[in-house]
């Protein structure tokens, strides 16, 4: 079955960059997502790319995608405190309305 | 802005009751789904709906169920609560490429 996986949790210092990797399953993606959650909040759309990019750039987010092996990457420049949350990886298959979740790495700032 | 309201931050019932879980969406979202959210696990669709009266199972409706008898609401319900249910609950309403998220009900069943 479709499945997404990444790392529980990923420890940076402030002002470094932090890479978030995902892996999935599923060869049909359409659309893979990144999400934010912050502590006590419900989850943001930070970004997202359409399968047939491998690239896309928005400030200090920068989302790699490799088709061929399946991975996706999220990298965060100069990264804040205020960017500490967990960050959920999905995949849409069907009809873009059923997303395939990662199970959210909890990105960590170090001062 | 799209707003997705869930009706209670907090709740916490006992073992056996029913448990209604309340989700409004301002945007006109054919679809909304309902997930529970637990540490290590990410989010796991519980049921989701892409119109209203209709309904599908997600990978865990066991225990649960739902109601759309409006565009607007999607009500998710626990028959009879159990331990094993205490979790984060995740609404979300989408049109087309981006879902929207209300804030989370953090439900603790004793």
């Known amino acids: 079955g479709e499945d997404v996986e990444q790392s529980l949790f990923l420890s940076v210092r402030e002002g470094d960059s932090s890479v978030i990797n995902c892996t999935y399953t599923d060869s049909s993606s359409t659309y893979l997502y990144w999400y934010k959650q912050e502590p006590g909040a419900g989850l943001q759309l930070l970004t997202y790319?359409?399968?047939n990019m491998d690239m896309k750039q928005d400030q200090r987010l920068t989302v790699l995608l490799n088709k061929k092996d399946k991975h996706l990457s999220l990298r965060i420049a100069d990264t804040q405190t205020g960017d500490s949350a967990i960050y959920f990886c999905?995949?849409?298959?069907?009809?873009?309305?059923?997303?395939?979740w990662g199970a959210g790495t909890k990105l960590i700032i170090k001062p | 802005d799209v707003k997705v309201t869930q009706s209670s931050r907090y709740l916490v019932k006992r073992t056996g009751e029913k448990v209604f879980l309340e989700c409004v969406q301002d945007m006109d979202h054919e679809n909304m789904f309902w997930y529970r959210q637990d540490p290590g696990l990410g989010l796991r669709l519980i049921y989701f709906?892409?119109?209203?009266?209709?309904?599908e199972k997600g990978d865990i409706p066991e225990g649960y169920s739902v109601s759309r008898e409006k565009k607007e609401r999607f009500s998710l319900i626990l028959e009879s609560a159990s331990t094993n249910q205490t979790s984060m609950y995740l609404c979300a309403s989408s049109y087309n490429t981006e879902a929207f998220f209300g804030q989370g009900t953090r439900l603790t069943v004793v």
């Open positions: 999905a995949e849409s298959i069907r009809s873009n309305y059923q997303l395939i």
């Open positions: 790319i359409f399968s």
């Open positions: 709906s892409y119109d209203v009266k209709m309904k």
